[in-house]
T-cell receptor, first 113, second 109 residues
């Protein structure tokens, strides 16, 4: 079955540590996204990529980095510069065309030790 | 400021008790309004897209409607398995969305 796979499901970060969240899709979608979800708030866009080797900052990109070396993969690194990283992180993809729905992965819960 | 507001934040219904969830938006240049269902600890799952005022979409016990300022998700005779958080999202630019904070629905048997 086609879909988006995020790993790990749970992740713990120590002070000063960088951690990487994995996102893989086999939907052949061009566009991929990373969102952050905090309790009581709407999803907020961290980064998005419309094609391989290209990506743009979203509304809350500070303290995060991404890469898009393959169409299927869009990993997110939470750096030590992100002072409040505890959140539920969602990866999504869509066909590179306006007004297309998002397909989401099952999320990664990141917590600080 | 462009924004999307969902109400109520939480809704508790008895099985079979119909109700509606609201999504109001102040985004100019709406390009589409999306409804998603999210179960605890999982990613949102697409339900509907609405593009113009007056449009309606239905799926089982759910019906979504759209006006120029808001959208409603009507739930008819809900069942316990309809319990979830329902998210509304407004497409305002190419592949860019404003998300509401969701309505957490709990349907008791």
């Amino acid at each position: 079955d086609g879909g988006i796979t995020q790993s790990p499901k749970y992740l713990f970060r120590k002070e000063g540590q960088n951690v990487t969240l994995s996102c893989e899709q086999n939907l052949n979608h061009d566009a991929m996204y990373w969102y952050r979800q905090d309790p009581g708030q709407g999803l907020r866009l961290i980064y998005y990529s419309q094609i391989v080797n290209d990506f743009q900052k979203g509304d809350i990109a500070e303290g995060y980095s991404v890469s898009r070396e393959k169409k299927e993969s869009f990993p997110l690194t939470v750096t030590s510069a992100q002072k409040n990283p505890t959140a539920f992180y969602l990866c999504a993809s869509s066909i590179y065309r306006e007004s297309e729905k998002l397909f989401f992965g099952s999320g990664t819960q990141l917590s600080v030790l | 400021e462009d924004q999307v507001t969902q109400s109520p934040e939480a809704l508790r219904l008895q099985e079979g008790e119909s109700s509606s969830l609201n999504c109001s938006y102040t985004v100019s240049g709406l390009r589409g309004l999306f409804w998603y269902r999210q179960d605890p600890g999982k990613g949102p799952e697409f339900l509907f897209t609405l593009y113009s005022a007056g449009e309606e979409k239905e799926k089982e016990r759910l019906k979504a409607t759209l006006t120029k300022k808001e959208s409603f998700l009507h739930i008819t005779a809900p069942k316990p398995e309809d319990s979830a958080t329902y998210l509304c999202a407004v497409l305002y630019n190419f592949n860019k969305f404003y998300f509401g904070s969701g309505t957490k629905l709990n349907v008791k048997p």
